[in-house]
């Protein structure tokens, strides 16, 4: 098969038009005046580093003290921005908004970093819930869920470092495989899928080994079970190839959400810290060339994988649609996904949606304090350090314009 991977952005397109990211008629079509400046006035906040490191330090302390109108304030703005809802019935209108769009919902349930037993048990019923609520909505084919949700850190980073657990630490260990198991388990009843994020490389190997596993047992006829790829990882595009040629082998199919990844800044500390070499690309263009790479493979095998190319990278969606396109292969294929954060790049997804392809938004869901680190990581992710303005704020003064507010 001829690569497609190696256009630019800029170049014309070959086969006629594909998709337009620049169009903000289509991206912003679902938000009315009003809800388009409060969108501004908050990307707007969101630009100042200082702001956000001055947010992120309040909005914990405030959330931790219950000081009065915190979660007032914060479900009138970020919240509003990136969450679905606090309850799985709350997300109900957002995810009947999008499908009016074409697009389609992962629901995400908000939680990280328990370590309560009981608690750990309420996130998986609550994964459990959002897949029946995602078997009965045709919009919602699948959801998303964290190893971190489900057991204790200290677990997973002792297992990961060959650290023999003991017998309390082996049963808690054992508890964390019957609630994955519950959950894809339930997901292969009900013919949805489970994404399984991908978290810091030191704990990162068991979550690895127990989502090959569940895909193992539960990827034979549909791929119910994916799991995450950072391609900032130096090794991961070698472990996605090896992971595929185990499945063939093995005779089960491969689910790949492929991401570049939201821990950077801290790996390249930690190991710094730790003296030992950063797992983490030297540069953004291998990241970038990685990334590109990955999804090229995974296209060329798409009936024995299932991708997600998950990502707000115009160039990595471009490269995808495109090589969709050329080779006449089914938009609606259920193994050619794209996927967004809700909340952000809207020219993507309602531009991909408005084409023909498959595409979704992740909407976390769950209480202002379960979703506050979440919060966090968007709002850093969507400062500038530079000075420049982000590329959402562009898009959005872009639309004010178009609409003349
Ligand atoms: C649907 C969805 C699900 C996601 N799930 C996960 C998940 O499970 N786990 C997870 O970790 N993240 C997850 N993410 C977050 C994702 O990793 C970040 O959104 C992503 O890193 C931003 O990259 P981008 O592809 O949008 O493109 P860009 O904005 O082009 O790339 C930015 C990214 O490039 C990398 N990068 C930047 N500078 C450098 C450098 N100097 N050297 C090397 N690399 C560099 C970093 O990863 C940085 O985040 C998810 C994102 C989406 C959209």
Redesign the pocket.
């Known amino acids: 098969m001829e690569s497609t991977m190696n256009v630019k952005l800029d170049e014309p397109e070959p086969s006629g038009k594909i998709v337009d990211f620049s169009n903000t008629q289509i991206a912003f079509s679902f938000k009315t005046d009003s809800e388009l400046k409060r969108t501004v006035f908050l990307f707007k906040m969101m630009n100042s580093p200082f702001l956000v490191k001055v947010f992120s330090f309040l909005a914990l302390w405030a959330i931790k003290l219950r000081l009065p109108f915190t979660e007032y304030l914060i479900k009138q703005t970020i919240f509003k921005q990136f969450v679905g809802g606090d309850t799985l019935l709350q997300c109900q209108k957002t995810i009947d908004l999008l499908y009016d769009f074409d697009t389609l919902t992962i629901l995400d349930y908000g939680a990280e970093g328990k370590s309560d037993e009981d608690d750990l048990d309420q996130v998986m019923f609550e994964n459990m819930r959002a897949i029946e609520m995602a078997a009965s909505n045709n919009s919602v084919p699948v959801i998303s869920t964290k190893i971190t949700g489900l057991v204790r850190n200290e677990i997973l980073e002792k297992k990961h470092a060959g650290i023999v657990l003991n017998q309390h630490e082996t049963e808690l260990f054992e508890h964390l495989i019957e609630r994955v198991d519950r959950i894809c388990s339930k997901a292969a009843e009900h013919g949805v899928g489970v994404f399984i994020?991908?978290e810091e490389s030191w704990i990162q190997d068991p979550i690895d080994e127990i989502t090959m596993d569940m895909m193992e047992k539960y990827n034979n006829e549909k791929v119910i079970v994916y799991n995450?790829y950072?391609m900032?990882q130096k090794a991961k595009l070698d472990q996605l190839k090896r992971d595929h040629t185990y499945a063939k082998t093995n005779g089960f199919m491969l689910g790949a959400?492929l991401?570049?990844?939201?821990?950077?800044e801290k790996e390249n500390k930690r190991a710094q810290q730790m003296g030992y070499p950063s797992p983490?690309?030297?540069?953004?263009q291998?990241?970038d060339d990685h990334y590109d790479e990955g999804i090229q493979y995974c296209l060329e095998h798409y009936e024995e994988i299932s991708l997600c190319n998950?990502?707000?990278?115009l160039l990595?969606n471009l490269k995808m649609a495109r090589y969709i396109v050329e080779n006449e292969l089914d938009k609606s294929h259920s193994h050619l996904n794209f996927?967004?954060?809700y909340g952000m790049s809207d020219n993507i997804t309602f531009n991909l949606a408005h084409e023909g392809f498959t595409v979704a938004k992740?909407v976390p869901y769950g209480p202002v304090k379960e979703v506050i680190p979440y919060l966090i990581r968007r709002a850093q992710?969507n400062s500038s350090v530079t000075g420049e303005t982000s590329r959402e704020l562009t898009l959005l003064h872009k639309e004010m314009e178009r609409r003349k507010i």
């Open positions: 994020d991908a995450t950072q900032y959400k991401v570049r990844g939201a821990y950077m983490i690309h030297e540069t953004k291998n990241t998950a990502s707000h990278n990595s996927c967004q954060l992740y992710e």
